[in-house]
């Protein structure tokens, strides 16, 4: 009798704590591993909404040069010669009434505008970036400017051009146009990409918009 209750009330084997100990470590690990890749997963949701965002912004400021476009010959004002109108696949020229500086139409020359980076305590970058100039037609003079990267971003574009549409009915689009032609629809594809910031495959993560507009 006096055996069976001193195996009854008996203590813990240090056998028993380390099964405990390790269980415990196991748990833990598994728990701090489901944690740290719902961080890495939200963290890769939250940088992508901003980049989307971001992008959307640069389209939508874009979009508002374009889509204000005027005619030189609707202007009743002297031109600098520089002031051509220009639609290729690289760059765009245009007079734009959008946000012009003193209540006048500007001209914009837009594309891979060239832009220079600078960070606190390194040299300058020389890069170029989705973007335009806005200067004034008469002198050629650029006022002002806009372009989307940080010193973290890069991004592009390009643009296409329909002057008609085909048998089917379907715009033809055109990569430049000849002097003196206009477009009747401008696409436009802007690419943003994050150059610190990797996806799951390890490629930067990277927005691509498109939109068509009418003239």
Known sequence: MAGQKNRKHRGITLLEVLVAIAAGAVIFGLAMGILITTNQTA???MGKESLLQQTQLAMKEIRSVIEATVWPEDLATSLSAQT?????????????????KGGQFAYCLLGNIPIFITKSGQAGEARSAAGYVRSDPRTGQAVSSFSLP???LESSIRFSYATEVGADLQPVWKENLPAGQKPRLIWVELIVRDRERKNRQGQPDEVRMTTAISL
């Open 43 to 45: 963290n890769q949701a």
């Open 150 to 152: 940080t010193d973290k």
């Open 84 to 100: 051509v109108l220009l639609f290729s696949k690289e760059r765009l020229g245009i007079f734009s009434a959008h946000n012009p």
